[in-house]
């Protein structure tokens, strides 16, 4: 026996994958269950959909969990998820039907029972609910439901017949047995008081149940008529838009006839990539109808895709030109704009594609040329700064950077070292170089960004996460300090400052927990991810408690590094104390 625990407990040690963490969560809240501690469960399954959020059983179980305390409306949200996740399991629709059961929406719950059977016709559980829905609809089987979806102690309290009943206590507790159990009536048949508090409570639930069908009844026939109306409207308008269509065709010209059929042809010839023959029919057709600016726009699309850029920035400036003339739509002047935009991007001409863009978003809001907008920035601003960089000017301004820190004019140190990171931004040192001077003026936060910023640039550089762990010290961090020094210790212990600073950093947490902890210090712990996954944790939940009634087990458990790197994040966080 003793070696299975051991096995378990080396299992649990080394689980890390979510879902068997999840699977963990889902055991504890099925026992809950079984064992009718609800609440319980819905935590223990609300931890493993944290976990795993698209497992439908977990909402399912969930569902089950609030059916039985009552809460009908978060059973069916529930039931609803696990519908949405597994559309093809019947008992989905099993639990959606019961919960919506409780809400007294007894159409849409037999819609529901029938769904779940069409998936597997002989579910014994979905056969006997839907059984039980019919009985409900018609007879006194709402007896199990009312209890639990009815305020029926209300209604007893505001009826003038049971008024001096809800005073006693002993009236209450068989009514509240009942509920528990509806087959317990029968205890109470030579009972009046209780038999006719029951009668009429089953006859305002029915008359309840019945209003609510026929509201449901009423309100379907309205949304049948909205959509017979709006399908109306709908061919109405289809209608009328073919005679307008028919008439204006009518009224064309000859020419005009002409030019749109060629139109057509062009197009048609560019969606089967022959730019050259769409560019010669949008030119026809211009010859036709001078005053359709889409046709300019049409061909410089046909020139960008051909390649001819200059051609498409041409056609697109006239464009915008004839559409201002003949003051065409908005939005086909901002077609013009961004064609241009197009256009001399692919020539190179950053900024002059950024005016352009922003042109055509100033006549018409598009998302796609906002996009196009935004990339063009970001490859602008990357060419100024790639002709920005020069490894020369950068260790000049990296010298004078340091003089100035020797002499102890932080600010305009600081200046120079920006001046050096535009210069050379991929050299980590000088992030540290800044984060020095930053930290000289006490800007600690802005310190520990700068740090962060040369280790992204180089993870290994030990001296980065040194300075970095001085900053989070100062700040009284010191969980984070002495992460960042554990790192620079993983890459060279005997690197300068290392280990004392991890002595230093070991003392301060312990004279701050001996001294009975830093409620900032508390409080921050609560807000970090990480500490809270931790101690969210299953197995570290068992070595805590492990750590209060059993040392040797909890010495055992030190031996894991995992679990004694964990056990001194929350030291260091000053969540647990160590005496």
């Known amino acids: 026996y003793?070696?299975?625990v051991r096995a378990k407990l080396k299992t649990q040690r080394t689980m890390s994958d979510p879902e068997q963490q999840a699977a963990q969560h889902k055991s504890v809240g099925n026992a809950h269950f079984q064992a009718k501690r609800y609440e319980e469960a819905i935590a223990a399954y609300s931890e493993a959909i944290a976990l795993t959020p698209n497992e439908g059983a977990l909402y399912s179980n969930r569902s089950g969990s609030y059916a039985a305390l009552g809460r009908g409306e978060e059973a069916l949200?529930?039931?609803?998820?696990?519908v949405e996740l597994r559309p093809d399991w019947a008992k989905a629709y099993s639990r959606k039907g019961y919960a919506l059961m409780m809400l007294r929406r007894l159409q849409e719950a037999d819609e529901a029972?029938?769904?779940?059977?069409a998936i597997e016709p002989s579910n014994a559980g979905l056969l006997a609910a839907a059984k039980q829905l019919e009985e409900v609809k018609s007879n006194g089987m709402a007896l199990q439901v009312m209890w639990k979806v009815m305020d029926w102690w209300?209604?007893?309290?505001?009826?003038?017949l049971f008024e001096e009943h809800t005073k006693s206590s002993d009236f209450r507790d068989k009514l509240e047995r009942v509920a528990a159990d509806p087959n317990t009536l029968a205890e109470y048949a030579g009972d009046q008081p209780v038999t006719q508090a029951v009668q009429y409570l089953i006859a305002a639930f029915?008359?309840?149940?019945?209003?609510?069908?026929?509201?449901?009844?009423?309100?379907k026939q309205q949304e049948e008529a909205r959509r017979t109306a709006a399908a109306a409207k709908k061919q109405a308008d289809a209608e009328a838009a073919?005679?307008?269509a028919a008439e204006a065709e009518a009224a064309l010209s000859d020419e005009a006839k002409r030019a749109r059929d060629v139109k057509a042809a062009g197009s048609a010839a560019y969606k089967d990539k022959r730019f050259a023959d769409a560019v010669q029919l949008f030119t026809e057709a211009l010859a036709l109808t001078p005053d359709d600016v889409s046709l300019l726009t049409n061909r410089a699309a046909a020139h960008q895709a051909a390649g001819d850029y200059a051609a498409a920035a041409a056609d697109g400036q006239a464009a915008v030109e004839r559409g201002r003339a003949v003051r065409?739509?908005?939005?086909?002047?901002a077609r013009a704009f961004e064609r241009i935009g197009s256009a001399?991007?692919?020539?190179?001409?950053?900024?002059?594609a950024v005016r352009a863009f922003n042109s055509s978003l100033s006549e018409n809001r598009s998302a796609s040329v906002l996009n196009k907008l935004r990339a063009a920035e970001k490859e602008l601003d990357a060419a100024q700064k790639a002709a920005y960089e020069s490894p020369e000017l950068a260790a000049a301004a990296r010298e004078e950077g340091n003089r100035l820190f020797k002499a102890k004019l932080y600010p305009e140190a600081i200046a120079q070292y920006e001046e050096a990171i535009k210069r050379a931004p991929r050299d980590a040192s000088l992030h540290t170089n800044m984060a020095a001077a930053l930290g000289k003026l006490l800007e600690y936060p802005s310190a520990v960004a700068a740090c962060k910023r040369a280790l992204a640039l180089d993870p290994t550089f030990v001296k980065a996460h040194v300075r970095l762990g001085h900053f989070y010290f100062f700040m009284k961090d010191y969980k984070n300090a002495l992460e960042s020094y554990r790192a620079a210790e993983a890459l060279d212990a005997a690197a300068p400052d290392v280990a004392e600073s991890i002595a230093r950093t070991l003392h301060a947490i312990e004279q701050r927990n001996y001294a009975g902890g830093d409620k900032d210090a508390i409080a921050a712990a609560q807000r970090d991810p990480e500490v809270m996954a931790i101690l969210a944790d299953p197995v570290m939940q068992k070595v805590l408690k492990d750590m209060q009634t059993d040392p040797r087990a909890a010495a055992d458990h030190m031996k894991n590094p995992t679990i004694a790197s964990n056990i001194e994040k929350l030291v260091a966080a000053g969540i647990l104390s160590m005496r």
């Open 113 to 117: 029972y029938r769904a779940g059977l």
């Open 344 to 352: 001399l991007a692919k020539q190179g001409d950053l900024e002059g």
């Open 328 to 333: 065409a739509d908005y939005a086909l002047i």
């Open 77 to 82: 949200a529930d039931a609803d998820k696990a």
């Open 206 to 219: 029915k008359r309840a149940m019945a209003d609510q069908q026929r509201q449901a009844e009423i309100e």
């Open 2 to 4: 003793q070696r299975r």
């Open 154 to 160: 209300g209604a007893l309290e505001a009826h003038p």
């Open 242 to 244: 073919a005679a307008a």
